[in-house]
């Protein structure tokens, strides 16, 4: 790897992060980072109950600590998180920034306390005093749909926030001509998003009324439009700048009332407001992931070919609608036939109230329990029907010559060539070898499983991306970009792009983004969408941009426009390189004295809308053996091929695909929110909340294939969730082989070790 | 989360430590490593009003040996005990449970004597240093006295020592030649915390006959726990494979444990047979399994 490569090989070169040197020494400037002299400080008393009235609060004694400034409850303002509409019909219940009346989960906010430190803010809200009668409370969604289940939202008196189906073809049809069914009942583990930068606000009162305020946001612009209709306040008066933001996994695309909070205390005490969330302010208002419960039926042929599938997915929406709660199930139902041909298809969602911190997004955001759900129907339909589970995928894949495929969903994929991918990771993986490993291990009694998951990752979607590119005065290069970075390398992979694509150095090049008074409207970093949608976006730009500096360089070798061709660092005359402009005498051109007929400047904006999502795809494959005598697990073998369409820079491809794995393998092994028969928390602090340790990681083999998105003007499909989509299911289906001599059909995830000893327990003495 | 206020001095030697301790009374915490303690202050789980910093007293810091046994100043971090030859030589076990404690930073940071004296069930050395009979010197202005290991650890969070007192030092008798040590654990993977753990000290004749075993167990109680029957089922029986599985099929008996968010009762009685029957064969010299540690850090 190295730093210095020429224009012509950036894109697909291991270039190193230009971030990274900042960040690596501590020079990064996150939110907390922000020192704005005379800066207050916001606190919040939360509620300790999941469900409860508030029958008194009782500030006096808050309000006379030292250093308060401000004390608020629900009574005072009238400041709500706003939540689009995004299924006909759906439900939206209150989300007040503070409670007013009642509380849905714990850890909303009751009261707020703003004062000159942090500390005497904290001791202030802890001296608030809250008198709560408590409610029935449901945290478990299927549960929440029993007839006599406690209403979770008792302004709504219904626990379904929406139903929607996502249907095609004939599906009764296919199941009365199936020779078998295969029927499963299939959770999803509720995970938290463990960015390590927790959220933090600070916002500031401009002397001319507006308003500024840095977030730690993977939407700033979004972000900005929601704080807006939540605090009434002009759109176009408010500036949010995304620093240098810690990860997210999605959990930083919401508006959060915290954030609102800090706002409206800056606005009304004409001081800045900061607020920087605990580790454990996060276990409890972060948007959490998962946790959807999917009860399906997949008809098959005996000779293994689908049919038809059925699935009711029961999500769990939390107690408050987020901006993105709604949107994972969606994704859930639109990829449920994954890679498969299955043209009759029904799928059911049922989202779900209940009172617990609410969901959305989390790396995978739907894709995940869609994975997971027809990878185990699949591994089970070749186990029933005594198919090799390479067979039955293979015999099922879309083919290649098929897309860009429709899908009984609706949705169309792109492009794709599975079986290849198949065959890439049986051949890494030594595929015959592991099965053979599996079988000597389990000759000398002990559990081993060889999982395989085949899966596609759709990317980008979500409306637009923007990106403008303005060549400056000198020649040098401004990039601005809609698609802000929370870590994933964006000013790297971009101005690879750039310094290719016009024929300069990196160095030439700055990527801006994350700031709404320096970009134009963006939408932002989630979903696997910034090479897809970002830099398709830029791509367009570039290409704009470079035709004006072509008739300008025409005009200024006197030559004619056919004649002109791209050069090193500018444009020449064809067959007479010697005859040429850099972009410094373009520029200079363009500013100054224009031909006649053309418009001065020399920036290109363009918003970027293929109207279709990217559909990555690829295939996994484990060995497994868990320890008989106390249910650990260990990864013997773990090989991942993605196939992300054309690679820009494999050494960030490389890293994304270990960061998804090793959440992908938190879901599978250890992460799990819990909560108690009563709604408590179980799991809200690290104590009692596993995530995987950078140690714990097993050794990965990467393989990749290549096929070129023909959608995309760079070729390229999204990446950022291929582990958590593609990992999860393959460890699931490598425990559940480890476990099938046993005759255990299916346990859900995670499989951590008390579960699976009780498992091969129980099972070991029903066989005595 | 944030600690209430508290107030904080810091001590010179161990007098001074002692006279600070008399003079703020039962709210004041001594702090070494704060490992333990600064996490509990900051879940407001305690409050002190004082913190006596004895982190900055000198010569409380190292492994030596002395006369028949390793002594360990009670401000030695575990990093240092995990990494030290003579402690890897001698009581390897010691060594093995230092290593797998938290992780890099707790490891550093954390004192063993802060350990001891927090003495929290899920801890790591009051198990090994149970198995291994060790003793823990306490100075208070009246005099300086030594606990059996036996006596020290009460119960849950609960030592012997009083609340004038100060632990100085940890002492490990040396094990003799033909003796061996193991430490086995399994760990929470959210904590680092015992789940549970088995540390075992096997002296045996010139034929393999069991002189003498002493086994303790972390995560089935309050403090360690001594399974007195796997222990009497091994003295004077031949240490083959057979037995010692035998022997640590009694691990758990006479043990009450609780259900866990984690794990039940009845997986910690389970574990605890299997983790003292590696204990146990790895301390008497066969080469054991090793365990899945995927989860180490």
């Not at chain 1, 209403?151 to 020779?179: P, Q």
């Not at chain 1, 923007?466 to 000198?474: I, K, L, P, Y």
């Not at chain 2, 075992?200 to 726990?225: E, M, N, T, W, Y």
Request: contains cysteine.
């Amino acid at each position: 790897m190295t730093t210095q490569h020429a224009p012509a090989g950036l894109i697909g070169a291991s270039v190193l992060r230009v971030e990274d040197p900042v960040l690596a020494t501590g020079r990064g400037c996150y939110v907390d980072d922000v020192q704005l002299p005379g800066a207050l400080y916001l606190a919040l008393l939360r509620s300790p109950y999941p469900h409860a009235k508030i029958t008194s609060i009782n500030t006096d004694a808050a309000r006379k600590m030292p250093g308060v400034e401000l004390v608020l409850t629900g009574a005072d303002i009238d400041i709500n998180i706003p939540s689009p509409v995004m299924i006909p019909g759906q439900k939206i219940p209150p989300h007040p920034a503070l409670a007013r009346g009642a509380v849905h989960a714990a850890g909303a906010p009751v009261a707020a306390v703003v004062a000159q430190t942090r500390a005497q803010a904290v001791d202030a809200a802890n001296a608030i005093e809250v008198e709560y009668d408590p409610l029935p409370a449901v945290v478990n969604a299927e549960k929440a749909l029993e007839p006599d289940a406690p209403i979770a939202r008792e302004e709504i008196d219904t626990n379904i926030c929406y139903r929607a189906v996502n249907k095609g073809g004939d599906v009764d049809k296919a199941f009365a001509e199936a020779d078998h069914i295969v029927k499963m009942h299939i959770a999803s583990p509720r995970q938290v998003a463990m960015a390590i930068e927790p959220r933090a606000a600070a916002a500031r009162p401009e002397p001319n009324g507006d308003l500024t305020v840095w977030l730690s946001t993977q939407s700033p612009h979004r972000v900005r439009a929601d704080l807006a209709t939540s605090l009434k306040f002009p759109e176009h008066r408010i500036r949010v700048i995304a620093p240098d933001v810690g990860g997210g996994f999605g959990s930083k695309g919401p508006l959060y009332r915290e954030y609102t909070l800090a706002s409206y205390c800056a606005l009304k005490l004409r001081r800045p407001v900061k607020w920087t969330a605990t580790r454990s302010d996060d276990f409890l208002t972060v948007i959490q992931g998962r946790d959807q419960a999917m009860t399906s039926e997949l008809a098959l042929k005996r000779d293994g070919t689908m049919l038809g599938l059925k699935v009711r997915v029961v999500a769990n929406l939390g107690a408050y609608l987020c901006s993105n709660t709604a949107g994972p199930p969606q994704r859930m139902m639109a990829m449920a036939p994954g890679c498969y041909q299955i043209r009759n298809v029904f799928v059911e969602v049922l989202a779900v109230f209940t009172n617990t911190v609410s969901t959305g997004p989390y790396r995978g955001a739907g894709r995940p329990e869609s994975v997971l759900n027809i990878e185990r129907l699949v591994d089970k339909a070749a186990r029933d029907l005594g198919i090799d589970r390479l067979e039955i995928r293979r015999k099922n894949f879309i083919r290649p010559e098929q897309f860009p495929y429709k899908t009984a969903t609706g949705v169309e994929y792109d492009s794709g060539d599975y079986e290849k991918a198949l065959d890439e990771a049986v051949k890494l993986s030594d595929y015959d070898r592991l099965i053979r490993e599996r079988d000597e291990a389990r000759k000398r009694g002990e559990l081993a499983g060889v999982g395989v998951s085949t899966f596609v990752e759709p990317s980008g979607g979500a409306g637009f991306e923007s990106g403008a590119v303005r060549v400056e005065r000198t020649g040098e290069i401004t990039v601005l970009t809609g698609s802000s970075s929370h870590g994933q390398g964006h000013e790297t992979v971009f101005a690879q792009v750039v310094a290719e694509k016009m024929r300069v150095g990196m160095e030439h090049v700055a990527i801006r983004h994350g700031d709404t008074m320096a970009v134009q409207q963006g939408v932002g970093t989630f979903g696997s969408r910034s090479a897809v949608m970002g830099g398709g976006a830029l791509a367009l730009a570039i290409e704009k941009v470079s035709d004006k500096a072509r008739r300008i360089a025409a005009h200024l070798m006197e030559a004619s426009l056919e004649d002109i061709v791209p050069a090193e660092g500018g444009f020449a005359v064809a067959g007479v390189p010697e005859k040429k402009v850099t972009w410094r005498q373009i520029a200079a051109a363009a500013y100054g004295r224009m031909p006649k007929g053309m418009d001065p400047g020399l920036q290109e904006t363009v918003f970027f809308d293929p109207k279709r999502e990217a559909w990555g795809f690829g295939a996994h494959v484990a060995l497994v053996k868990i320890d008989r005598d106390t249910g650990e697990t260990r990864i013997e073998k773990l090989v991942l091929v993605d196939d992300c369409g054309v690679i820009i820079n494999p050494m960030i491809v490389e890293g994304q695909i270990h960061g998804g794995v090793a959440q992908g393998l938190g879901e599978a092994f250890l992460e799990h929110m819990q909560y108690g028969e009563e709604g408590e928390v179980l799991t809200g602090t690290l104590v009692n909340y596993a995530v995987p340790h950078a140690t714990s990681m097993p050794t990965l083999t990467l393989g990749e294939t290549v096929t070129p998105n023909p959608f995309n003007p760079l070729g390229v499909k999204g990446v950022g969730e291929a582990g958590t989509n593609g990992a999860p299911p393959c460890i699931a289906n490598a425990v559940m082989d480890a476990l099938a001599p046993l005759g255990i059909d299916h346990i859900d995830m995670p499989y951590t070790a008390p579960k699976l000893w009780a498992v091969i327990r129980s099972a070991e003495r029903g066989k005595k | 989360m944030f600690p209430a206020s508290f107030g904080y001095v810091a001590a010179r030697s161990v007098d001074e430590a002692l006279e600070l301790l008399a003079k703020h009374g039962e709210d004041a915490k001594l702090l070494a490593g704060g490992h333990s303690l600064i996490p509990a202050m900051k879940l407001r789980l305690a409050s002190p009003q004082t913190l006596i910093d004895i982190g900055t007293v000198q010569g409380l810091r190292g492994v030596r040996v002395d006369s028949d046994a390793l002594t360990i100043g009670a401000l030695t971090v575990h990093a240092d005990i995990a990494h030290s030859d003579l402690v890897r030589q001698r009581v390897p076990a010691l060594a093995a449970a230092a290593g797998v404690i938290g992780d890099v930073q707790v490891r550093n940071r954390g004192t063993i004597g802060g350990s001891c004296a927090h003495a929290d069930p899920a801890a790591d050395f009051p198990v090994v240093l149970t198995a291994l009979n060790a003793s823990f010197v306490a100075v208070s202005s009246s005099g300086k006295r030594t606990i059996a290991v036996d006596d020290f650890f009460v119960d849950f969070y609960t030592t012997a020592l009083g609340q004038n007192e100060i632990l100085t030092e940890i002492r490990v008798p040396l094990p003799p030649s033909d003796a061996g040590t193991a430490y086995h654990k399994l760990a929470n993977p959210a904590s680092g915390y015992v789940v549970v753990s088995s540390g075992a000290l096997v002296r045996r004749d010139g034929s393999g006959k069991c002189i003498d075993a002493r086994v303790a167990i972390g995560g089935l109680g309050g403090k360690p726990f001594r399974p007195a029957a796997t222990e009497a089922a091994l003295r004077g029986k031949s240490l083959t494979p057979e037995a010692i599985a035998d022997a640590a099929a009694k691990a758990a008996d006479g043990s009450d444990p609780d259900d866990e968010i984690y794990a039940s009762a009845d997986y910690k009685r389970h574990v605890a047979t299997v983790l003292t029957r590696r204990a146990l064969a790895q301390a008497s010299g066969f080469k054991i399994e090793t365990s899945h540690p995927q989860n180490q850090r």
